[in-house]
């Protein structure tokens, strides 16, 4: 679904199962967030190509954090010229223990590939820049996405409506969230778009969404 020029916005609205909301950039390098499980991909393809994409067409898969219902569609687009850029925590969290992860989760390590390490700092994609900002405590290597044009963040797992990530899973820490939570609640944002549930609009509700979140939530992590 079109939101707003060049930003495409697939939201998850099915309780019956656990998925990520994924977002589509449109422009020289089409760049889709969060592709989330294989198993539920061809939902996201179908909305896709209602919106004139296809897989195919996707130059650049950007993924949060290495979670399943995050990233493990990576493996719909390692036939296509696609590249596939992580943090390179999570790269390293998903090398060493990604079998025993999975397992965990009741799956098996799905092929895998990345082309781009990120670190912290600006990630030039064809004609937009996106700052690419580390923040661990959801998840190893977990990332926020802020695209400085549009005033927008991608939040991933670390932030949502009302509500912050889980720290109870491998790799997870408390601390961490919390201080990556103060990192990103300084930016100047628009429209926060999370990684599950609803998007939240204009500065003011942000802001409000921040101040909810460190005043009642973080006494809970």
């Not at 290597?141 to 991933?156: H, M, N, P, V």
Request: include cysteine; charge should be negative; hydrophobic fraction near 35%.
């Amino acid at each position: 679904m079109k939101y707003s020029e060049n930003l495409y916005v697939y939201p998850w609205e099915n309780p019956m199962e656990n998925n990520c909301n994924s977002y589509l950039i449109d422009g020289e390098v089409v760049t889709l967030i969060d592709p989330g499980h294989h198993h539920l991909f061809p939902q996201l393809e179908t909305e896709m190509k209602k919106d004139g994409f296809s897989p195919q067409d996707v130059g650049l898969v950007l993924i949060t954090h290495p979670h399943p219902d995050h990233c493990e569609a990576v493996q719909d687009f390692l036939d296509y010229d696609t590249k596939i850029a992580v943090h390179k925590e999570a790269d390293a969290f998903l090398d060493r223990y990604g079998e025993q992860f999975y397992q965990m989760m009741g799956l098996s390590m799905p092929p895998w590939r990345v082309d781009i390490l990120l670190d912290e700092g600006e990630l030039l994609v064809g004609e937009h820049s996106f700052d690419i900002i580390y923040t661990p405590g959801h998840a190893p290597g977990s990332i926020c996405i802020y695209w400085r044009e549009q005033k927008a963040l991608f939040t991933g797992d670390v932030v949502f409506y009302q509500s912050v990530g889980r720290v109870d899973l491998p790799g997870g820490n408390g601390l961490q969230l919390k201080e990556s939570i103060e990192k990103i609640a300084s930016l100047d944002v628009e429209l926060l778009l999370p990684g599950h549930g609803p998007l939240v609009k204009g500065r003011g509700s942000v802001k409000e969404n921040f101040y909810v979140i460190m005043s009642n939530v973080f006494s809970m992590i």
